[in-house]
C-alpha cells in the first residue's frame, strides 16, 4: 500500500508547488518537524489547508463506516451529549477499553480531533462516513428539535 503523501496533497490542491514541496522536504531532512509546520512557516501555508490535507492524507487508511448500520452502544453515547455531536459531527459509537471509536466525516475530522481532545479525556480513534449517513444516524442515535441529517451536507460533501 502506497501512502499519500501530506506535501503531494498540498501540491495537488494548489496551495505549493512541485518546488515548495521539495524544499519543505529537504528542510524536514536538514533540521526535522512536522511537514505542515515546516510549509507553513516556509510559505505561509495555512492551518486549515494543512488540516484539510491532513484528512484527505487520514481518509486513505481509516477505515469506512456506514454508521446507519453500526451497533451503537448507549454507553459510548453518554461521552458527549446531542448537541455537541451535531455541533462537531461527532458520533460516539463504542467503547473499546479505555479508547472511544467515533464517526465523523473527512471534512470534520480536524474539528472532532481537537473536541474529542479537550472533552473527552480518553483515547478517541475515528472512522468515516458519508455526511448524509452520518447525519441520519445522528438522526437515529442524537435526536434533537430542529436538527436533520440533510443539514450534514455542507461545502465540499454531496450526497
Not at 496533497?9 to 524544499?23: F, N, P
Not at 449517513?133 to 438522526?139: F, I, M, R, T, V
Request: glycine share 8%; with cysteine; aromatic share 8%.
Amino acid at each position: 500500500m502506497r501512502t499519500v503523501q501530506l506535501g503531494d496533497l498540498l501540491v495537488r490542491h494548489g496551495v505549493l508547488t512541485g518546488d515548495q514541496r521539495d524544499a519543505v522536504l529537504a528542510a524536514q531532512r536538514d533540521r526535522g518537524g512536522p511537514f505542515g509546520v515546516l510549509a507553513e512557516e516556509m510559505f505561509g501555508v495555512s492551518p486549515a489547508a494543512v488540516e484539510r490535507a491532513w484528512a484527505e492524507q487520514y481518509s486513505h487508511f481509516c477505515p469506512h463506516i456506514d454508521p446507519r448500520n453500526y451497533p451503537v452502544q448507549a454507553r459510548a453515547l453518554e461521552a458527549i451529549t446531542r448537541r455537541q455531536a451535531w455541533q462537531f459531527r461527532v458520533l460516539p459509537l463504542q467503547w473499546q477499553g479505555d479508547e472511544l471509536i467515533a464517526c465523523t466525516t473527512q471534512d470534520s475530522l480536524p474539528r472532532a480531533l481537537k473536541f474529542t481532545g479537550w472533552r473527552i479525556g480518553h483515547c478517541c480513534q475515528f472512522v468515516l462516513a458519508d455526511a448524509l449517513a452520518l447525519g441520519e444516524a445522528l438522526e437515529k442515535h442524537c435526536p434533537m428539535a430542529g436538527m436533520e441529517a440533510s443539514m450534514m451536507l455542507g461545502a465540499g460533501e454531496a450526497a
